[in-house]
């Protein structure tokens, strides 16, 4: 079985630039969430999708961050304009049970460096 | 006050010893998971707990429901457990995650 599969795995920008970050999770999982890690700190939730529908984006920074899950598939993370705070390793994961997480599944992350 | 606390926050050992690393928490959860985060790589889901106890391998992982804690424990440590192991909440839907312990074990 594939697991979460998250593209690119390192990106670097200049402040100002848009970056897209993708995430295909396990087929039939419809949970799909994202998470950061900012240097130095601990992970923080951004968004939680169940299928296409934003269940929860109470993480998300700002109006900078746009994420989106079309047809209920893969999902894009797009930052736009990029800023220096937003360096860190952005994470994906997938479950079929929100509620318990079981089946957790993580991606191994997107390195963004912004300059 | 933080909903979940993880201690200690860096613990060095020496290869071989016996490893504990706990979780703290303060809400009700429906799960706990404990990841493992090795340098410059992913997330590993070792654990997902939402009772009792669970082995695999050199790991085991306890959780306590009515005092809110776990614990992660590696027997016979070596050089590769070195990672940042992370306490995973589950509440409702939302996801707590803790600060991670960062664990070196020396040859």
């Known amino acids: 079985e594939a697991g979460v599969t998250q593209f690119p795995s390192h990106s670097v920008i200049e402040k100002g630039q848009t970056v897209t970050l993708r995430c295909d999770p396990i087929s039939g999982h419809d949970n799909l969430y994202w998470y950061r890690r900012v240097m130095g700190k601990e992970i923080k939730f951004l968004l939680h999708f169940v299928k296409e529908s934003k269940q929860d984006e109470s993480g998300m920074p700002n109006n900078r961050f746009l994420a989106e899950r079309t047809g209920g598939t893969y999902s894009t993370l797009k930052v736009q304009p990029a800023e220096l705070e937003d360096s860190g390793v952005y994470f994906c994961?997938?479950?079929?049970?929100?509620?318990?997480?079981?089946?957790?599944?993580f991606g191994s992350g997107t390195r963004l460096t912004v300059v | 006050k933080n909903e979940v606390e993880q201690s200690p926050q860096n613990l060095t050992a020496q290869e071989g010893e016996f490893i504990t690393i706990n979780c703290s928490y303060s809400v009700g959860i429906s799960a706990l998971h404990w990841l493992q985060q090795h340098p410059g790589g992913g997330i590993v889901s070792l654990f997902m707990l939402s009772s009792g106890k669970k082995k695999h391998g050199r790991l085991i992982a306890t959780i306590n429901i009515q005092e809110k804690h776990s614990s992660l424990h590696i027997t016979a440590s070596h050089p590769r457990d070195s990672a940042v192991y992370i306490c995973l909440l589950n509440r409702d839907d939302k996801i707590i995650f803790g600060k991670g312990t960062r664990l070196h074990i020396l040859p």
């Open positions: 994961a997938s479950s079929q049970n929100s509620r318990t997480g079981h089946g957790y599944t």
